[in-house]
């Protein structure tokens, strides 16, 4: 069956630094694009970061451009999201998601888009 696990959440000071992954089972990984969305207490889950199935295509919000990169790895099976210079409004759910496209590019508007979810990975940053 379908298993998407994210690792690599916790508790950091403003400024620091975080590494996500998201390692997937069960289904075609490098036939998806692949996401990280987040939601805070109270806030509606949105979208972070996305990539193409192939790598070659990356899209960010604009609250996180240049602090967050977001890579994968094929063979791996992985989706990384760096995360540097965190602030206190990055606190929230990390959630992984998978997007079956035929085209090699991705979006991150909306969570329905996307087909496959993990169960979240907490990050804290303190002020």
């Known amino acids: 069956q379908v298993q998407m696990l994210e690792t690599g959440g916790g508790l950091v000071q403003a400024g620091g630094s975080l590494r996500l992954a998201c390692t997937a089972s069960?289904?075609?990984?490098?036939?998806?694009?692949m996401a990280w969305f987040r939601q805070a207490p109270g806030k509606e889950r949105e979208g972070v970061s996305c990539?193409?199935?192939?790598?070659?295509?990356?899209n960010y919000a604009d609250s996180v451009k240049g602090r967050f990169t977001i890579s994968r790895d094929n063979a791996k099976k992985t989706v990384y999201l760096q995360m540097d210079n965190l602030k206190p409004e990055d606190t929230a759910i990390y959630y992984c998601?998978?997007?079956?496209?035929?085209?090699?590019?991705?979006?991150?508007?909306?969570?329905?888009?996307?087909?496959?979810w993990g169960q979240g990975t907490q990050v804290t940053v303190s002020s």
């Open positions: 069960g289904f075609l990984f490098d036939e998806y694009a």
């Open positions: 998601a998978a997007d079956f496209l035929f085209t090699d590019y991705c979006k991150a508007s909306s969570a329905d888009d996307y087909d496959y």
């Open positions: 990539i193409s199935k192939s790598g070659g295509s990356t």
